[in-house]
């Protein structure tokens, strides 16, 4: 493995969820993201010959906003939010400076990315790969002197491939139930101690700059109609390999609600009872059907396989064709054990070692 890892000319990229924190981060060193008390997984992966990196975008931020930061550190540059969008939503157009501490060693028109994101990460590196070959009309209609690259597109050749992993792809219904006046989460029943390591979650996710736009976070792009509709956007291209690996820790009910498993993160618990209890509609008159119950604690397992509407199939490995979403089977685990777990330890360097050599083995 460690020799076709080595002879690979793919520089991997990934990229958090929600509340989540990378290698510039401080917390990083105390509790890596990736890998979580298992120990780093990027380390762990560098050390097996492939090129890995650790992102680090706004914990709370929208799709848009996580996205212009993911490409600054890449190309080692200033972030720029662009002049339409921060005018728009009403926050400083420019970031912080990369230019002398880049993620990765080269940005080039050689570079060739394989970008994996976990959770939202998922959605912020779907946009990106739309905004690194299309650029964006708006910002390019701004007329603005210093219009960024990433704004301008044409660099979709870059992209060699994406990995979602447990990501919402098309929201999650942990938000959207919240504003169905037809459904109230206070009366699912859940484990009393749930409460409590649920609001530790949400205090996570609740901070929020009133100055700003709340249209421009994360909690508004989870939602389902917010999610489709940037879906309308995102290209699914033909040279791109994509890949999603949706999770699953529910059990179905006689009644059709699905429950959480024993093991799963205390945090997720009361979260996953009230998805697992939800059916309803959105603002937009989207049915949110029983097959939205079944999840990982935070992200509907059918929101993970992959976007309404894109092509896709079950994952074949003797045949991995790309253009189209190579849907994993649902991974026995909640939302965090991807990552490695919490309070509840999960081994995932086997999973994403068989996962870089498949990718590899496409170049």
Same mark, same amino acid.
């Given at each position: 493995?460690?020799?076709?890892a080595?002879?690979n000319?793919l520089?991997?990229v990934?990229?958090?969820?929600?509340?989540?924190?990378?290698?510039?981060?401080?917390?990083?060193?105390?509790?890596?993201?990736?890998?979580m008390?298992?120990?780093?997984?990027i380390?762990?992966?560098?050390?097996?010959?492939?090129?890995?990196?650790?992102?680090?975008?706004?914990?709370?931020?929208?799709a848009?906003?996580?996205?212009?930061?993911l490409y600054?550190?890449?190309?080692?540059?200033?972030v720029?939010?662009?002049?339409?969008?921060?005018?728009?939503?009403?926050?400083?157009?420019?970031?912080?400076?990369?230019?002398s501490c880049?993620?990765?060693?080269e940005?080039?028109?050689?570079?060739?990315?394989?970008l994996?994101?976990?959770?939202?990460? %998922?959605?912020?590196?779907? *946009?990106? !790969?739309e905004?690194?070959?299309?650029? /964006?009309?708006?910002?390019?209609?701004?007329? &603005? +002197?210093?219009?960024?690259?990433?704004?301008?597109?044409?660099?979709?050749?870059r992209?060699h491939?994406?990995?979602?992993?447990?990501?919402p792809?098309?929201?999650?219904?942990?938000?959207?139930?919240?504003?169905?006046?037809?459904?109230?989460?206070?009366?699912?029943?859940?484990?009393?101690?749930? %409460?409590?390591?649920?609001? *530790?979650? !949400?205090?996570?996710?609740?901070k929020? /700059?009133?100055?700003?736009d709340?249209t421009? &976070? +994360?909690?508004h792009?989870?939602?389902?109609?917010?999610?489709m509709?940037?879906?309308?956007?995102?290209?699914?291209?033909?040279?791109?390999?994509y890949?999603?690996?949706?999770?699953?820790?529910?059990?179905?009910?006689?009644?059709?609600?699905?429950?959480?498993?024993?093991?799963?993160?205390?945090?997720?618990?009361?979260?996953?009872?009230?998805?697992?209890?939800?059916?309803?509609?959105?603002?937009?008159?989207?049915?949110?059907?029983e097959?939205?119950?079944?999840?990982d604690?935070?992200?509907?397992?059918?929101?993970?396989?992959?976007p309404?509407?894109?092509?896709?199939?079950?994952?074949?490995?003797?045949?991995?064709?790309p253009?189209?979403?190579?849907?994993?089977?649902?991974?026995?685990?909640?939302?965090?054990?991807?990552?490695?777990?919490?309070?509840?330890?999960?081994?995932?360097?086997?999973?994403?070692?068989?996962?870089?050599?498949?990718?590899t083995?496409?170049?």
């Open positions: 493995m460690r020799s076709i080595l002879q000319k520089t991997f990934f990229v958090h969820g929600l509340s989540g924190w990378g290698s510039y981060d401080k917390a990083y060193e105390r509790m890596p993201y990736w890998g008390r298992g120990g780093d997984l380390s762990f992966l560098r050390t097996q010959g492939f090129d890995c990196f650790a992102a680090s975008v706004s914990p709370t931020g929208s848009w906003d996580r996205t212009c930061e600054a550190q890449i190309a080692g540059t200033r720029d939010y662009g002049k339409a969008h921060s005018e728009k939503k009403r926050h400083a157009r420019f970031g912080q400076d990369f230019s880049p993620l990765i060693p940005w080039s028109p050689g570079t060739r990315l394989a994996l994101g976990h959770s939202f990460g %998922g959605t912020t590196v779907r *946009l990106f !790969s905004l690194l070959a299309n650029g /964006d009309p708006e910002e390019r209609a701004s007329k &603005s +002197a210093d219009l960024s690259p990433l704004f301008a597109g044409g660099m979709g050749g992209i491939t994406l990995v979602t992993l447990a990501s792809m098309n929201g999650t219904t942990a938000y959207d139930m919240f504003s169905d006046p037809s459904f109230d989460p206070g009366k699912v029943n859940a484990p009393r101690w749930s %409460g409590p390591f649920s609001c *530790l979650m !949400s205090m996570k996710t609740k929020w /700059d009133e100055s700003r709340r421009d &976070s +994360a909690g792009d989870m939602h389902l109609d917010q999610a509709e940037l879906n309308r956007r995102i290209t699914t291209f033909e040279h791109v390999y890949f999603s690996v949706p999770c699953s820790y529910t059990i179905r009910q006689a009644d059709g609600a699905h429950v959480p498993r024993r093991g799963m993160e205390p945090l997720f618990v009361l979260r996953s009872c009230q998805i697992g209890a939800y059916t309803g509609k959105t603002a937009n008159g989207f049915d949110v059907g097959e939205w119950r079944e999840n604690g935070l992200v509907n397992s059918v929101s993970a396989a992959c309404i509407g894109s092509p896709s199939t079950p994952l074949n490995k003797n045949l991995i064709l253009g189209r979403w190579n849907v994993f089977p649902s991974y026995h685990g909640d939302h965090m054990s991807l990552q490695g777990g919490l309070f509840h330890r999960h081994d995932i360097r086997n999973f994403y070692l068989a996962l870089l050599e498949m990718i083995r496409l170049e």
